[in-house]
């Protein structure tokens, strides 16, 4: 876990659509929530919250001091609200947490190194991309790293249960030989169809042409039984 990040906050007297003017000026709105705790609507610095949130993500404390506040809140940052199509943060929500009481957290999985198994041809397969721990908020791990270069065969995996982690920290998974990555074998490639190619006559040999179904004469039709055949002409 890294080092607490402390971001100097204002109380918020805007709501609603009128935030806009907020964002123009480079400033976001936010809220503090948590149990026991009082909502509190803030505005801080778009890129303050940037700079911390680079460095506590969404598993170490951010001190919030609230202006004219004699002490500061540790939170977790909850939820980051992002515009759809600029990806611009519109709204955060932190999440004030008593220190002495375990939470519940999504830790994020990276995986590093290259799997030899993937130089001869394998796929490594990533299945999970967090887990949800419990554990006291200063023993919260910032993310679970797998090591691919010790993935060397088809077949080799990591699960839950393999994954390096304090004794302080409880996997909230239900089974624990659940398959994090794993190295499967290489997919099978489509062959490709082509279509017959037409024969080319070598030189000065005339292409033959195609043999002519014969045709068969229509037959004449029979006269009815009672009816006189037609004469000759």
Do not use: C, W
């Amino acid at each position: 876990m890294s080092q607490a990040v402390k971001l100097d906050v204002n109380p918020r007297k805007i709501a609603g659509r009128k935030v806009k003017q907020l964002r123009r000026q480079g400033i976001i709105p936010a809220n503090i929530f948590g149990k026991s705790v009082k909502s509190l609507a803030i505005e801080l610095p778009l890129k303050s919250f940037q700079t911390a949130f680079k460095t506590a993500g969404e598993t170490n404390i951010i001190e919030l001091q609230v202006a004219k506040e004699t002490k500061t809140r540790p939170v977790l940052v909850h939820d980051i609200h992002y515009h759809p199509v600029t990806d611009q943060i519109l709204h955060v929500d932190f999440h004030q947490v008593d220190l002495t009481q375990k939470v519940t957290v999504a830790v994020p999985i990276e995986v590093i190194g290259e799997s030899p198994a993937v130089v001869q041809g394998g796929v490594l397969v990533q299945l999970l991309n967090e887990l949800q721990v419990e554990a006291l908020p200063r023993d919260l791990p910032d993310k679970f790293v797998i090591d691919a270069s010790k993935l060397a065969a088809i077949g080799d995996g990591v699960t839950i249960k393999d994954l390096a982690v304090s004794d302080k920290v409880k996997f909230l998974a239900e089974k624990l030989d659940e398959l994090v990555v794993k190295i499967e074998p290489p997919t099978k490639e489509e062959v490709e169809v082509k279509p017959a190619e037409a024969v080319i006559p070598a030189e000065g040999e005339a292409a033959k042409p195609e043999a002519k179904k014969e045709e068969t004469p229509a037959e004449k039709p029979q006269p009815k039984a009672g009816q006189p055949m037609a004469e000759k002409k």
